[in-house]
């Protein structure tokens, strides 16, 4: 049996089709086991047999754009690659906090990239790396100068479209605790 998180692009927790207990429906209707969510912004945990990550995510996509209408995308990695992304320690010495977000940003499998990101796509962020085998880029966005706003999303969303997910470190921290618990 394996453990998958799925991060789910997209989601509203105030739209009704997106809301954590429709969004587990889809995954028992599924037939996953262990279906949870973390906090309220399209993080599922779920464990199944199945080991062809691309093929469930398509297969996921699929069914929460035919019941839900849910069009955004779904990336999924499994247990034991975030728990290593987790022991890396990326972020060494720093908080996530208000003013600075420490940030990881999923790749789908497939999604095209050299693993590497400009040295400085926006004055507001610092690229902390590429880890490759979690296909996931690391950065420090800083949130904490009045009227302004960092550009990095934006770059990421024009770079790689649908194939990408962002999700903040500490959730990325509570995702592998779900998995584990």
Avoid: C
């Avoid at 779904?74 to 290593?84: G, P, Q």
């Avoid at 999923?106 to 979690?134: C, E, H, N, Q």
């Avoid at 770079?159 to 592998?176: A, E, M």
């Amino acid at each position: 049996m394996y453990r998958y998180a799925a991060l789910l692009r997209g989601i509203a927790p105030s739209v009704p089709n997106m809301t954590n207990d429709k969004l587990r429906g889809v995954f028992d209707g599924l037939g996953f086991e262990h279906v949870r969510s973390v906090l309220a912004s399209g993080n599922i945990v779920f464990h199944s047999t199945a080991n062809d990550v691309p093929k469930l995510e398509r297969r996921i996509q699929r069914t929460l754009h035919s019941e839900l209408g849910i069009a955004g995308g779904t990336i999924i990695r499994e247990h034991d690659e975030l728990r290593a992304l987790l022991n890396s320690d990326p972020f060494p010495g720093l908080t996530h906090g208000r003013g600075t977000y420490l940030t990881a940003t999923f790749l789908r499998d497939g999604a095209t990239t050299s693993g590497m990101l400009p040295k400085s796509p926006d004055p507001l962020t610092r690229i902390v790396g590429y880890d490759k085998a979690a296909r996931v880029f690391l950065a420090v966005i800083d949130n904490g100068q009045p009227g302004q706003s960092p550009d990095f999303m934006a770059w990421l969303d024009k770079t790689y479209g649908k194939d990408i997910t962002t999700r903040t470190w500490l959730t990325v921290q509570r995702i592998v605790k779900k998995l584990e618990s």
